[in-house]
C-alpha cells in the first residue's frame, strides 16, 4: 500500500490542533480507521477513498470554534464552524482544491443524516457513528435504531452488528 504523507501531515496537524485532548484526539483516529476500513470494503475509487480519509481527519475541527463562539459544540455548529476551519488546514497543506471543497462539504454536513450524496458521506457518517455509539454507552435500543436509519453500508452494519453483538 502506498504511503500517503500528505494525510500523514493531516493528522499530525490535528493532533496539534486538538493538543492537550487525548479524548478528540483518539475520536478523530478511530473515526478515521474506520472511515479507512469502510472505504476500502466499498472498494471505492483513490480519490474517493482520500476524500473519506481527509473528512475522518478533520470531520470534527468545528467544536473549537463552536465552544470559543455558542459555548456549545452542538453538531449543526460544529456543521456551521468546521469547513472555514477545515478549509484554513487544508489549503497549508497543500491539498488541491477539488478534494479540499469536498472534505468541507462533508465536514458541513457530518451530522446531518438526510440528503447524504455519496459513498464519501454515507462511510463517514457510518464511522463517526461507530465510534460514538461506543464512547456514549448507546443502549441496544439506540444501536438498532441507528442500524436501521442510519446504516446502508454492508461493512458498516457488518462492523455494527460485530461491534454491539446485535
Same mark, same amino acid.
Not at 484526539?25 to 478511530?30: G, S, T, V
Given at each position: 500500500?502506498?504511503?500517503?504523507?500528505? $494525510?500523514? =501531515?493531516?493528522?499530525?496537524?490535528?493532533? &496539534?490542533?486538538?493538543?492537550?485532548?487525548?479524548?478528540?484526539?483518539?475520536?478523530?483516529?478511530?473515526?478515521?480507521?474506520?472511515?479507512?476500513? $469502510?472505504?476500502? %470494503?466499498? %472498494? $471505492?475509487?483513490?480519490?474517493?477513498?482520500?476524500?473519506? &480519509?481527509?473528512?475522518?481527519?478533520?470531520?470534527?475541527?468545528?467544536?473549537? !470554534?463552536?465552544?470559543?463562539?455558542?459555548?456549545?459544540?452542538?453538531?449543526? $455548529?460544529?456543521?456551521? &464552524?468546521?469547513?472555514?476551519?477545515?478549509?484554513?488546514?487544508? =489549503?497549508?497543506?497543500?491539498?488541491?482544491?477539488?478534494?479540499?471543497?469536498?472534505?468541507?462539504?462533508?465536514?458541513?454536513?457530518?451530522?446531518?443524516?438526510?440528503?447524504?450524496?455519496? !459513498?464519501?458521506? %454515507?462511510?463517514?457518517?457510518?464511522?463517526?457513528?461507530?465510534?460514538?455509539?461506543?464512547?456514549?454507552?448507546?443502549?441496544?435500543?439506540?444501536?438498532?435504531?441507528?442500524? &436501521? %436509519?442510519?446504516?446502508?453500508?454492508?461493512?458498516?452494519?457488518?462492523?455494527?452488528?460485530?461491534?454491539?453483538?446485535?
Amino acid at each position: 500500500m502506498k504511503m500517503d504523507t500528505q $494525510l500523514d =501531515e493531516l493528522l499530525w496537524a490535528m493532533a &496539534e490542533y486538538d493538543g492537550g485532548d487525548p479524548h478528540r484526539i483518539q475520536h478523530f483516529l478511530k473515526v478515521h480507521a474506520f472511515a479507512a476500513f $469502510l472505504g476500502r %470494503q466499498a %472498494q $471505492l475509487a483513490p480519490d474517493t477513498q482520500r476524500i473519506l &480519509e481527509a473528512a475522518a481527519l478533520v470531520h470534527d475541527i468545528g467544536i473549537r !470554534p463552536a465552544l470559543a463562539r455558542y459555548g456549545s459544540d452542538a453538531g449543526p $455548529l460544529q456543521e456551521r &464552524e468546521g469547513p472555514p476551519e477545515a478549509r484554513r488546514m487544508l =489549503e497549508r497543506l497543500g491539498f488541491d482544491a477539488a478534494l479540499t471543497d469536498r472534505v468541507c462539504t462533508l465536514v458541513g454536513r457530518h451530522h446531518t443524516y438526510t440528503g447524504i450524496d455519496g !459513498p464519501d458521506c %454515507q462511510l463517514l457518517i457510518e464511522a463517526d457513528f461507530l465510534v460514538n455509539l461506543h464512547e456514549n454507552g448507546a443502549s441496544r435500543e439506540a444501536v438498532l435504531a441507528a442500524r &436501521e %436509519q442510519i446504516f446502508r453500508s454492508d461493512a458498516g452494519i457488518r462492523m455494527l452488528n460485530a461491534m454491539f453483538a446485535v
